[in-house]
């Protein structure tokens, strides 16, 4: 997919998505020599499309996730994974973020099928940023920022 | 008027980024393969023929008689059975960017759906929306392609892939797989049998996939007590599809007389006939 700025005929680029969790998202593009702003405004289906390829408009902002496709999309059963060496949410020794304990309370609430991965996602976006502490407000950002409809 | 231009008109690179994240897919999956030297895909056009027997059978004697280390994915998603075959049970283990398969007998590993759905759902995806009919086949070769490239297989010596009846899987398969060595097919000697899984070889054909060969399964029913031999289902299906698709017949198989109790907890799967066994080894050797 490409956008095209025809005043200019240049090549519009991505500038950031939205996935406000209503099954839709949204992504801007940009022009680079006029500044013109359009916006992708995608319905359900369009929606449901793409996540089913596994992919994000305008790219990855964190590695994938392993079976991400299943764990995220799949009705399955709780228990069905388990993380290896899992570091308990209450303890960061290694330099990891700390949780706070609304962020805890609030990652309690994700399906325990994707818990693991959903916490991963999150810790690493923390790392990469240099934050200390998840809390709720950074899992919003992180939300806006990667869309992570329903996380 | 301005011409308006085309998507190929446009030489810069794609910044939806949707190829390359497709592209970065399937990469990892050629790369999760690499290290196994076969990849085998079991199919039928028709269901209840035995695909997840003869899979299941084919794996132990790799294993037990070759000492070969064998993987078997099974891609039968919405009827998951080679895990209860082969003693494979959850939880997954995750660790790191790999999902563990689950090991089963003969320290056959194993990933199925059958070890993350709870017993007796259906496969369900989340999204129940009006529109959910259109990604659904997306979403099921989304998950093919997890359990082949999420999953650490390691090193194989054989990697057998149960698919389901039907070609879809077979496709996606192929498309995915660089070096997919072949599909055995198998059938009843039913003439039923015999067109549905003529449908499905002349898909593989067309998908530019070898056929390994063909096995009859349920050829006979050969009675436990006193050993006389009965038809089950007329037809030749075995040696017609072989004669016409040109691919060997493997063998054939009489159904067992003995099978366990499906409810009990633990089903030994009864071991194939060792010609059937020969001849697999054979053309996959080749």
């Known amino acids: ?151 | 008027m301005t011409r308006l231009r085309s998507y190929r008109d446009v030489a810069g690179d794609d910044r939806s980024a949707m190829l390359a994240q497709v592209q970065a897919q399937r990469a990892r999956v050629r790369s999760r393969l690499a290290a196994v030297s076969r990849v085998v895909g079991v199919m039928s056009g028709k269901g209840g023929v035995g695909k997840s027997y003869v899979t299941s059978g084919l794996a132990i004697a790799a294993q037990q008689t070759r000492g070969w280390t064998v993987g078997v994915l099974d891609a039968d998603l919405h009827g998951p059975t080679v895990a209860r075959l082969l003693d494979a049970t959850g939880p997954v283990r995750v660790k790191g960017d790999v999902v563990h398969p689950a090991v089963g007998r003969s320290g056959i590993a194993v990933f199925s759906m059958d070890l993350l759905l709870a017993d007796e759902a259906p496969l369900r995806w989340r999204d129940t929306s009006a529109e959910h009919a259109v990604s659904r086949g997306l979403l099921e070769a989304g998950a093919l392609r997890e359990f082949l490239g999420d999953v650490a297989w390691g090193e194989l010596d054989l990697l057998l892939v149960d698919l389901p009846p039907g070609t879809a899987s077979l496709t996606d398969l192929a498309g995915l797989t660089s070096h997919l060595t072949g599909v055995l097919a198998i059938t009843i000697p039913s003439e039923e049998s015999r067109r549905a899984v003529a449908r499905a070889l002349t898909a593989a054909a067309s998908s530019g996939v070898r056929v390994l060969g063909i096995v009859e399964n349920m050829s006979e029913y050969v009675c436990g007590e006193c050993g006389a031999r009965q038809e089950l289902f007329s037809g030749q299906a075995g040696s017609r599809l072989a004669e016409s698709t040109g691919a060997p017949l493997i063998g054939r198989i009489p159904f067992f007389p003995g099978l366990p109790d499906q409810r009990a907890e633990s089903r030994p799967v009864p071991p194939l006939p060792e010609d059937v066994v020969a001849r697999f080894f054979e053309v996959i050797e080749r």
């Open chain 1, 1 to 151: 997919m490409k956008f095209l700025c025809l005043d200019c005929d240049t090549q519009m680029a991505f500038d950031e998505r939205n996935v406000p969790g209503d099954g839709t998202f949204a992504a801007a593009f940009s022009c680079p020599t006029c500044g013109r702003k359009i916006a992708m405004l995608a319905n359900p289906m369009e929606t449901q499309l793409v996540d089913a390829l596994g992919v994000q408009i305008g790219g990855r902002t964190l590695r994938d996730q392993p079976l991400e496709l299943v764990r995220g999309k799949l009705e399955g059963r709780d228990d069905a994974f388990v993380e290896d060496g899992a570091e308990r949410a209450d303890g960061p020794p290694d330099g990891r973020p700390l949780w706070s304990a609304e962020a805890d309370e609030r990652l309690g609430r994700v399906p325990s099928f994707v818990r693991g991965m959903v916490k991963k996602i999150y810790t690493e976006y923390a790392l990469e940023r240099g934050i200390g502490e998840i809390t709720p407000a950074v899992m919003d950002r992180a939300r806006v920022e990667l869309g992570l409809e329903g996380m």
